[in-house]
């Protein structure tokens, strides 16, 4: 198995903004070949920014990789660069193969 991870730093104070984008987001997730599940995940807060990471689980890294090539993927970021005011820099990608 294979889990996906985006870590975002969201501006203090806009952390309820951020968290409604992705709850009216469509992920379009549960229709992609491989795809488990998928948690929106908040850390700590700092004077700057609120720590949060999108964590999808996969059957295959090659099911998550061919995720990020299809439709299903553009139609679930055409619009994420409408919010650039809520978001310090870009997310941080980190992807991990499950061993046990």
Excluded: C
């Excluded at 061919?66 to 990608?93: C, L, M």
């Amino acid at each position: 198995m294979y889990i996906a991870m985006n870590r975002f730093k969201i501006k203090t104070g806009k952390e309820l903004e951020f968290e409604k984008i992705w709850k009216n987001r469509e992920t379009h997730l549960d229709k992609v070949k491989g795809f488990i599940k998928f948690n929106l995940i908040k850390g700590l807060t700092n004077e700057e920014y609120t720590l949060y990471v999108s964590h999808s689980t996969w059957n295959s890294e090659n099911n998550f990789l061919s995720w990020t090539k299809s439709q299903s993927f553009r139609e679930a970021h055409k619009n994420v660069g409408t919010h650039r005011d809520v978001y310090i820099g870009h997310p941080i990608f980190e992807g991990f193969e499950i061993i046990i």
